[in-house]
């Protein structure tokens, strides 16, 4: 029998009101549920533990020290940051570190691997459109290692020099900007470059410059090397990465820093230790007194920008 128009919409409808019968019945039987991707916040208040990806080598950001600890300036403000979550979530946390390539560093926030890393990463707009960056808490630039006889250093030096560089860096990006004619020779990691300079591999290793002041400052034959150029060929901001989409916990990671910052320039002893322990006179590597007034007057300039002054905590 052929159903007309009419009858077959009341039969569709029939059928509709049928189904809404049976789901309101059987609730376990409904449409599927759209899930929830837990947040970062929601995650560490379950499970009581942040991880963070760091440096193994990137010294005196993040690096193993003798005792083959993960520790440097980055490290402490993930303390710091630890410490805030505690506040923020009504618990005890434990702060996991592991120790990420560059190239891990990416992956690993967007395979929820580490919950944040804090090394020595700089921004790019690039690296923006994978996740999100705190607050700058340092400075920094690409500059070159060299042997100490070598004539390295302006960017027309460079055409057709073996250029040490790790993948997916800002120095990378720096060299290839300066000097597209320099040869791009990728190392493994920064001890990689450091002996692929000592044996001839390469004619220079591009690193943040604080970073390889720090080299020379640990190596034994620092009189053999020397850094240069004296102007560095970028200039970046050290800061955090976190997730995309994690307001929250972004929020807490801005607020540590920015407390941090606010209590270094206000000469709080705490702060100054913490910054001193690596920057300072004694530190691992001592600022001379322009490149300290440059990371006070970058602070402050971020203290600034966020007007209020925040209840100090640590």
């Known amino acids: ?74 490290v402490d403000m993930l303390k710091l940051v630890k410490q805030q979550l505690e506040k923020d979530l009504g618990r005890e946390l434990e702060l996991k570190l592991v120790a990420l ?9 967007k395979n929820s691997k580490v919950d944040i890393v804090c090394d020595a990463s700089s921004f790019t707009w690039k690296r923006d459109r994978e996740v999100d960056f705190t ?89 053999n090397y020397k850094i240069v150029p004296d102007r560095p060929y970028s200039r970046e901001g050290i800061a955090c990465m976190v997730p995309e989409n994690n307001s929250d916990f972004l929020d807490s990671v801005n607020y540590t820093l920015y407390q941090f910052m606010y209590g270094f320039v206000t000469g709080k002893t705490p702060n100054v230790q913490i910054f001193d322990r690596w920057f300072g006179p004694q530190g691992i590597i001592p600022l001379n007194r322009d490149l300290r007034s440059v990371e006070i007057e970058t602070m402050q300039l971020t203290i600034e920008s966020r007007q209020e002054i925040p209840k100090s905590d640590f």
Do not use: C, H
């Open 1 to 74: 029998m052929k159903l007309s128009l009419v009858n077959g919409r009341g039969l569709a409808l029939g059928v509709l009101a049928t189904l809404g019968l049976v789901f309101s019945a059987n609730p376990s039987i409904g449409l599927p549920s759209v899930s929830k991707t837990e947040t970062v916040m929601e995650k560490v208040k379950r499970t009581g533990v942040l991880t963070a990806g760091t440096s193994k080598d990137a010294i005196p950001f993040a690096y193993r020290n003798r005792e083959g600890e993960l520790v440097g300036y980055s």
């Open 101 to 109: 390539a560059p190239d891990q560093r990416i992956p690993g926030i």
């Open 135 to 223: 607050l700058s808490y340092g400075n920094t630039g690409t500059r070159l290692l060299v042997k100490k006889d070598s004539p390295l250093g302006s960017a027309k030096s460079l055409v057709g020099k073996r250029i040490g560089v790790l993948a997916q860096t800002t120095n990378e990006q720096a060299i290839k900007r300066v000097q597209p004619l320099a040869e791009l020779v990728y190392v493994k990691d920064r001890n990689s470059g450091y002996n692929a300079l000592r044996s001839g591999k390469i004619d220079a290793l591009a690193s943040d410059g604080i970073l390889l002041e720090g080299w020379l400052a640990a190596s034994k034959r620092n009189n």
